[in-house]
């Protein structure tokens, strides 16, 4: 959460590059967005609460300054409290993305000691210390100051600090991301490579603890434990415009659901070897945990039920924020598969780091390269999907699935089975996004938008396409989706079944058919409005979502109508399906 990116060189409109990149990285938090340059002797800082929009930061000229986007954790969502962050004397500014879990002591004693602060945020405290480590020896190497400093700060954070007299940008990051990227124009630094398409040609991920100083003569890195310096592991910058940009369709979001078919065609096509791998880490290992969050726990839970049905092995599954709880079970002989989009999910991070600890492998499947999770793991697996751009995970759960899919049948030692199921899958997916299947959506999207409750069930496979899609729902377009597992309707919930409460009912042809028609049966009794996703109609449903039937593979699927379902109901309540509210790409705090 939070993104930032920083600039030095020759281009006089720093200002304009950097706003125009934390557009790229909007993503990432927008609450607010600030900016500010060194020039002319001071800093000059532009920031406002609410999203960047077509603003324009009244900026002089320069040619260093860095930008963030906010999401907001300490203080609220004002201008005081957008970054960039100044000290008492004007020298320094700061921004940051993660949380300093010991901000509170640290401000109380800056405090005492006649520093003005004029923000709520845990972040300003930074530039303070940065101030106090500076104050006896202005011309001390502002790289010592900041490693003092940052040694001081507890939890995963990641810092710029801009020194005006200097003219550097100096950054240090512990697990948040950080990005140096070079190019014929000059240096940058960003918590996301996408923000570097168009300046950079080649980038180095940070280390943890890895430092680094941008000026105009170039680029230095340090590792903070030793004060060694480090020479940049550079590589090329291989995402191009193409992958960032909207092309023919309005939002990220539907294009990033149009995207699916070929995210799958590559991994059915070209993932064989690292499938096999992974089934063989699955294999030797004494107990295999699945982790993830949100819609990455959802596809972990339907890795638990295919490698439950197809190899006939029992894959635990664990949310990434519960599996602390739950450790105990870890031992060197466990491996843990971490699954995530964004590869820098504190929750999930949290979790393999304790599974390290206690000896656990790790394999990951993670859609960013060079994303913390998959330079942690012992074994990673790319998606492959390409950007996600939209808050909201579709592409990289569907690929999440695919894989875990073909990794129960290499276990099974039916790869082939699999590879055939994906095909039937994309071939359904193609059916699902056609014209003809998104009218029917945005039909019925039409005829329960005025509601505020939708239910949704499914049994066995279809139970975590039923929390999938509530999520995707409820996340998007506001409305409250609950998604259960079908036999637990008369257990409690069916009390909030009221006259035309729409009743999201995924009915497969596999062997929960007959009981989630019941289910549904139950809550029409009681006036639901059933809308079935099914490959075969049934008269209990008032609305019939036709999907093809692709066995175990029929997940990736039954999620569709449901993605197209939200972004539909987002369109109509006047929403901005890419950025909903409160939400952001990339939950880097607890
Ligand atoms: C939902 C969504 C979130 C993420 C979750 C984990 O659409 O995007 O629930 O799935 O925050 O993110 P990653 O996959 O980046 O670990």
Known sequence: ???????????????????????????????????????????????????????????????????????????????????????????????????????????????????????????????????????????????SAVREVFAQLRGLNAIIVLDNRTHQLTAVKNVSPLVLGQGTKGLYLASDALALVGHADRIHY???????????????????????????????????????????????????????????????????????????????????????????????LSGSYLFSRIARRHVNFTVGSEFKYQEHFITDRSLVIALSQ?????????????????????????????????RLADFSIPLGAGPEQCVLSTKAYTAKLAILLMAAHELNGSLHVARELLWQAIDGIEQAIAPDSANLIRAIAARIVQREHAFIIGRGLSYPTALEAALKIKEVSYMHA??????????????????????????????????????????RSRGALTIGV????????????PVADAGDASPIVNVIPAQLLGYELALLRGLDPDKPRNLAKSVTVK
């Not at 957008?82 to 300093?100: E, M, Q, W, Y």
């Not at 090329?236 to 193409?242: G, I, K």
Request: aromatic share 6%; with cysteine.
């Open 534 to 545: 099914s490959p075969v109609n049934d008269q209990i449903f008032d609305e019939f979502i």
């Open 482 to 523: 609950e998604g259960f597992a079908g036999g637990e309707l008369k257990h409690g919930v069916i009390a909030l079944v009221e006259q035309g409460t729409p009743a999201i009912v995924f009915s497969p042809n596999d062997e929960t058919r007959d009981d989630i028609l019941s289910g549904a049966m139950e809550m």
């Open 342 to 374: 964004s590869g820098e999910t504190a929750d999930v991070i949290e979790s393999v780091l304790a599974a390290k600890q206690r000896g656990a492998k790790i394999a990951a499947l993670v859609n960013v390269k060079g994303s913390t999770l998959d």
């Open 1 to 143: 959460m939070c993104g930032i990116f920083g600039y030095v060189g020759a281009n006089q409109a720093g200002g304009d590059i950097i706003l125009d990149a934390l557009r790229k990285l909007e993503y990432r938090g927008y609450d607010s967005w600030g900016v500010a340059v060194g020039a002319n002797g001071h800093i000059d800082i532009a920031k406002h609460a609410g999203r960047i929009g077509d603003a324009v930061a009244e900026l002089p000229d320069a040619p260093i300054g860095f930008g963030h986007t906010r999401w907001a954790t300490h203080g609220g969502v004002t201008d005081a409290n957008a970054h960039p962050h100044l000290d008492c004397t004007g020298r320094f500014a700061v921004i940051h993305n993660g949380i300093i879990e010991n901000f509170r002591g640290i401000k109380d004693r800056l405090l005492a000691s006649g520093h003005q602060f004029h923000s709520e945020t845990d972040s300003e405290v930074i530039a303070h210390l940065v101030e106090e480590a500076m104050a006896d020896d202005p011309n001390r190497d502002l790289i």
């Open 206 to 300: 940070l280390e943890d603890g890895q430092m680094a100083r941008l000026a105009s003569d170039g680029v230095t890195l340090w590792s903070a434990e030793t004060g060694a310096s480090q020479p940049p592991d550079f590589q090329p910058l291989t995402l191009t415009a193409n992958d960032t940009s909207l092309g023919i369709y309005p939002h990220f979001m539907i294009k990033e659901i149009h995207e699916q078919p070929e995210v799958l065609r590559n991994i059915s096509s070209h993932y064989s070897e690292p499938v096999k791998e992974l089934a063989a880490l699955i294999r030797e290992s004494y107990g295999s945990f699945l982790v993830g969050s949100g819609t990455a726990s959802y596809a972990a």
